[in-house]
């Protein structure tokens, strides 16, 4: 359901900053995320390239690579992109970034800073293209071609090195509803999702079935005027009720709020609520982003509202979701 397609013109202005994540460092950089708000700590200075993937320089961290490369499924050529370390590790884990409407996988890969994590937490991403820039997210229709080609991307990234048992998917705006259908869909070959600026779309009672429950963070922006906070919008629900609806599959008993530390002055603040005692599918998260607008959280982009530079989308969902396996 393209609910939010009329204001996509208006989102999604992405940018690449080079001049402000650039730096000349021949040693290898490492790194650690804090676990509280997904901040990435490093050693010093990363070196990029920015080599034209698909007609757009994308920001390359030294150590890593990146490549476009093609799937065929149902007879439909799908492209994606792939970011890993030089040195492939076997079995690494493998996360699956998602995009925005009328966006690409390259810039996904810029707005996220993501290639700064795989250089320092040694995992791969793949960034998959949409047909025509939409993802087809809503469960209730037929048509599962996004999800069929996903499933057969995990499968053909397996044989080429990724650990089947830790593969992760997580989106933004569209790609976020499409993480929400995997949850849905294809929970039995990925072990915990992340939605950005997503909530639970409202038939999704009647359609989602998942054969196994998996850990879930949401962020959402309480000044999001695409996906609004305490909902409003035909056919989506609001953050309350979308964590109500995974609490009763999840079988969650409470919830534990707490602030998160304010390390910038930006009119925004965090708050992580943890919904307990989940007896399936493990945990539960909502970060509520006060003043936040329809963003990726410490991302580089141009949005509807603030960009909270209290939180950080990338890391945070990695954080979470690398510590489950399937």
């Known amino acids: 359901m393209k609910i939010y397609q009329a204001a996509a013109a208006l989102v999604f202005g992405l940018i690449l900053s080079a001049s402000a994540e650039a730096a000349v460092k021949a040693a290898a950089v490492t790194g650690t995320v804090n676990p509280v708000n997904g901040m990435l700590s490093t050693s010093g200075n990363f070196s990029y390239t920015y080599p034209q993937i698909n007609g757009t320089a994308v920001a390359v961290a030294a150590g890593t690579t990146a490549f476009s490369a093609t799937l065929t499924v149902n007879g439909v050529a799908r492209t994606y992109i792939l970011m890993r370390p030089v040195a492939a590790a076997t079995a690494a884990p493998l996360l699956i970034l998602l995009h925005p409407i009328n966006t690409t996988p390259m810039q996904m890969a810029n707005l996220t800073k993501v290639i700064n994590f795989v250089a ?41 090195g990724a650990d089947a048992t830790r593969v992760y998917a997580a989106g933004y705006s569209d790609g976020a509803f499409m993480s929400e259908r995997l949850a849905c869909e294809l929970s039995t070959k990925i072990a915990a999702f992340g939605i950005d600026a997503g909530a639970v779309i409202a038939n999704s009672p ?121």
């Open 120 to 160: 320092t937490q040694n995992f791969w991403v793949v960034l998959p293209q949409a047909v025509n820039g939409q993802w087809e997210d809503d469960i209730s229709r037929s048509g599962t071609d996004d999800t069929n080609f996903i499933s057969a991307l995990i499968d053909s990234l397996v044989t080429q």
């Open 206 to 326: 009647t359609y989602c079935k998942p054969a196994v429950q998996r850990p879930k963070l949401y962020i959402m922006g309480t000044n999001d005027p695409i996906v609004p906070y305490n909902g409003g919008r035909l056919g989506v629900d609001s953050a309350a009720a979308s964590m109500a609806f995974w609490v009763g599959l999840q079988h969650c008993g409470g919830t534990v709020a707490s602030m998160l530390p304010t390390l910038v002055s930006d009119g925004t603040t965090v708050q992580l609520t943890d919904y307990t005692g989940c007896t399936a599918g493990n945990d539960l998260r909502l970060y509520t982003v006060y003043n936040g607008g329809h963003a990726w959280p410490n991302g580089i982009t141009q949005t509807a509202g603030k960009t909270t530079q209290n939180l950080d989308a990338t890391g945070i969902i990695w954080s979470f979701a690398s510590a489950y396996h399937r």
